[in-house]
T-cell receptor, first 113, second 116 residues
Framework: QQQVKQSPQSLIVQKGGISIINCAYE??????FPWYQQFPGKGPALLIAIRPDVSEKKEGRFTISFNKSAKQFSLHIMDSQPGDSATYFC????????????FGQGTELSVKP | GAVVSQHPSRVICKSGTSVKIECRSLDFQATTMFWYRQFPKQSLMLMAT?????????EQGVEKDKFLINHASLTLSTLTVTSAHPEDSSFYIC????????????FGAGTRLSVL
């Protein structure tokens, strides 16, 4: 019930391509869905986040698509660059952006030049 | 953006010793901080929620006597791994909640603990 399932586990994309990472959840009480980017040996950094009353949010090359009825949300990285190579985590919280975060399993993205 | 400083970034210790990790919010007050543990190529696992001026709330399965958390001020929380053993070797990460920015959590850079 509290899990957030993330796929794929790893992803290889050519430079300039679109990277798509998907997450699914069961708990309908989740009300905040952030995406984090983590480089090796570093802490996660907030990329973009969405609330369930919005179906899409875009910030630069990063877009979250949210499907409330399917209980799924995804991260799209447009024009992927080698510098985007990192591990990406989706997460969910039941008390907004200040609540405990339940993280997905992570996706290791590699963008080939 | 807000900055969370975590120190040390890396520590190597002998089995049986205790190690203290500090987490500081540099430009905001954090009434709540969180401590996570991360194994290689795995996700972040929440260990405990640290509240300023009160006892920490530990997640199920986390030994509170082994992982001591103190949140003595609005800008500092510490995690002490007591009597560390090789199985405690891991990447420990803190986050701090900025209530002036809607409660967004900002993460520290993490501490790599290696117990010999």
């Amino acid at each position: 019930q509290q899990q957030v399932k993330q796929s794929p586990q790893s992803l290889i994309v050519q430079k300039g391509g679109i990277s798509i990472i998907n997450c699914a959840y069961e708990n309908t009480a989740f009300d905040y869905f952030p995406w984090y980017q983590q480089f090796p040996g570093k802490g996660p950094a907030l990329l973009i986040a969405i609330r369930p009353d919005v179906s899409e949010k875009k910030e630069g090359r990063f877009t979250i698509s949210f499907n409330k009825s399917a209980k799924q949300f995804s991260l799209h990285i447009m024009d992927s660059q080698p510098g985007d190579s990192a591990t990406y985590f989706c997460a969910a919280s039941t008390k907004g952006q200040g609540g405990k975060l339940i993280f997905g399993q992570g996706t290791e993205l590699s963008v080939k030049p | 953006g807000a900055v969370v400083s975590q120190h040390p970034s890396r520590v190597i210790c002998k089995s049986g010793t205790s190690v203290k990790i500090e987490c500081r919010s540099l430009d905001f007050q954090a009434t709540t901080m969180f401590w996570y543990r991360q194994f290689p190529k795995q996700s972040l696992m929440l260990m405990a929620t640290s509240n300023e001026g009160s006892k920490a709330t530990y997640e199920q399965g986390v030994e509170k006597d082994k992982f001591l958390i103190n949140h003595a001020s609005l800008t500092l929380s510490t995690l002490t791994v007591t009597s560390a053993h090789p199985e405690d070797s891991s990447f420990y990460i803190c986050s701090a909640r900025d209530r002036n920015r809607g409660g967004i959590q900002y993460f520290g850079a993490g501490t790599r603990l290696s117990v010999l």
